[in-house]
């Protein structure tokens, strides 16, 4: 008869090579503080609103503004007198007719007349300083009077400004308003991070210290890193903070980050032989069924199930082989796995072997009935015909299976061991 039930001395080597199944983790007890930048009183006076608002107003980028001219070209006359008429005429033209209709009628820059006269956009760094002083005093559709420039007269419009848009210090208030509680706050935890980080401090310093600065502080006691209340980065932190230091910053999220404290740690250990033999067992007890579930499943040699013949081949207590007459689906003697198994076998007279949940299934179709299918129900037809596809798909596989030799290399789970073998 196979004996299943280990040795003591199999128990404890298989304790002993797989120790670290009964391994009780480092525990450590921490303190947590808290550092939220919404529970903070992070005040800002006006003053330093008013700062940071025109340190706003001097990053500003400078305005770029479109520019178009008339230009008076003098050597295109032949008298000064002429070329001062033509000056005069655009000059008074200007206080009644469009800009862009002057630049077609009176303008000699013939390179810049087919657009209204445009010379592009400038920072107040493009164009001569002549120009550019005029520029800078001209708002958006502004024209200038004359621009004397190298013997030459030019009229200037302002057609477009880019980025001109000022904010008020009412409208940018809110956005300065976050932004220096939100410097404020990263200083309060480089400030704090300066003073905690790497420094020894006893149980009451801790304690004494978030007092100090009203914050709160959580314990939490004899924790495990896979149950600490942090994600994995900062769980690797805390696991390297020596007793008695403060962890460095546990960056929570952008406006949150806490310190823990360390104030105890208890060493991983192991659990008692005494008090996990009795698991151990049952694990050999099941792999050993399960092997010998293997080695029956892989045998080629079981031809028959006779009583007398698999007593021989099968070293079990208890063994005996059922037998069933004239069943049909419905029969409550086998379980529903099994009666799909069997009645959607098309063999006859051959011994198969199918693994079940509940162990190694071996059995043979002796003889088939054609039955009557007046009284079954469409439903169950159905249903009937959906489980034979899905068999028959297990049949072919198994032939497969068997072909090319894969039943020496299947290992069956120990959830499929007998537990009454």
């Known amino acids: 008869v196979t004996v299943f039930v280990p040795t003591d001395e199999e128990i404890e080597s298989f304790y002993n090579s797989n120790l670290n199944n009964y391994a009780i983790p480092e525990k450590r007890s921490f303190l947590l503080l808290n550092l939220n930048k919404s529970k903070l009183k992070l005040e800002v006076s006006d003053t330093e609103l008013e700062e940071a608002y025109n340190l706003f107003l001097e990053n500003l980028p400078t305005p770029e503004k479109r520019v178009s001219h008339i230009m008076i070209i003098r050597d295109n006359y032949t008298t000064d007198l002429e070329y001062q008429e033509k000056v005069a005429t655009v000059t008074k033209e200007l206080e009644v007719a469009e800009f862009s209709d002057l630049v077609k009628s009176y303008s000699d820059d013939l390179g810049t007349t087919d657009t209204d006269g445009d010379l592009g956009f400038t920072n107040g760094e493009v164009f001569p300083a002549e120009f550019e002083s005029v520029i800078a005093n001209l708002n958006a559709n502004d024209v200038s009077s004359a621009v004397s420039y190298e013997n030459n007269t030019h009229f200037l419009k302002v057609t477009e400004i880019k980025g001109s848009g000022a904010t008020t210090l009412e409208e940018k208030t809110a956005e300065l308003l976050s932004e220096l509680q939100q410097i404020k706050f990263e200083d309060e935890v480089a400030q704090?991070?300066?003073?905690?980080?790497?420094?020894?401090?006893?149980?009451?310093?801790?304690?004494?210290?978030?007092?100090?600065?009203?914050?709160?502080?959580?314990?939490?006691?004899?924790?495990?890193?896979?149950?600490?209340?942090?994600?994995?980065?900062?769980?690797?932190?805390?696991?390297?903070?020596?007793?008695?230091?403060?962890?460095?910053?546990?960056?929570?999220?952008?406006?949150?980050?806490?310190?823990?404290?360390?104030?105890?740690?208890?060493?991983?250990?192991?659990?008692?032989?005494?008090?996990?033999?009795?698991?151990?067992?049952?694990?050999?007890?099941?792999?050993?069924?399960?092997?010998?579930?293997?080695?029956?499943?892989?045998?080629?040699?079981?031809?028959?199930?006779?009583?007398?013949?698999?007593?021989?081949?099968?070293?079990?207590?208890?063994?005996?082989?059922?037998?069933?007459?004239?069943?049909?689906?419905?029969?409550?003697?086998?379980?529903?796995?099994?009666?799909?198994?069997?009645?959607n076998d098309p063999d006859i007279g051959k011994v198969k072997k199918e693994i079940t949940p509940k162990g190694l299934l071996l059995y043979v179709v002796e003889d088939r009935i054609k039955g009557d299918y007046s009284n079954v129900s469409e439903e169950d037809r159905l249903a009937i015909i959906e489980e034979s596809k899905r068999t028959n798909l297990q049949l072919v596989f198994n032939e497969l299976r068997a072909k090319y030799n894969f039943d020496e290399k299947i290992s069956v789970s120990n959830q499929f061991a007998n537990q009454n073998l």
């Open 192 to 343: 704090i991070s300066s003073s905690l980080t790497f420094s020894s401090f006893s149980l009451d310093e801790a304690k004494e210290f978030a007092d100090s600065r009203k914050l709160q502080l959580q314990d939490y006691v004899e924790l495990s890193i896979d149950e600490f209340p942090l994600n994995f980065e900062n769980s690797t932190i805390l696991s390297a903070t020596e007793v008695g230091n403060w962890s460095s910053p546990l960056e929570l999220g952008f406006e949150n980050y806490s310190f823990a404290y360390v104030y105890d740690a208890k060493d991983k250990t192991y659990k008692e032989f005494s008090d996990v033999m009795s698991s151990v067992q049952d694990i050999i007890i099941e792999t050993k069924k399960t092997d010998y579930l293997n080695e029956i499943y892989a045998s080629s040699d079981i031809t028959s199930l006779d009583q007398e013949s698999l007593s021989e081949m099968f070293q079990i207590n208890n063994f005996k082989v059922e037998k069933f007459k004239a069943i049909n689906r419905s029969t409550s003697l086998l379980s529903n796995d099994v009666v799909a198994q069997v009645f």
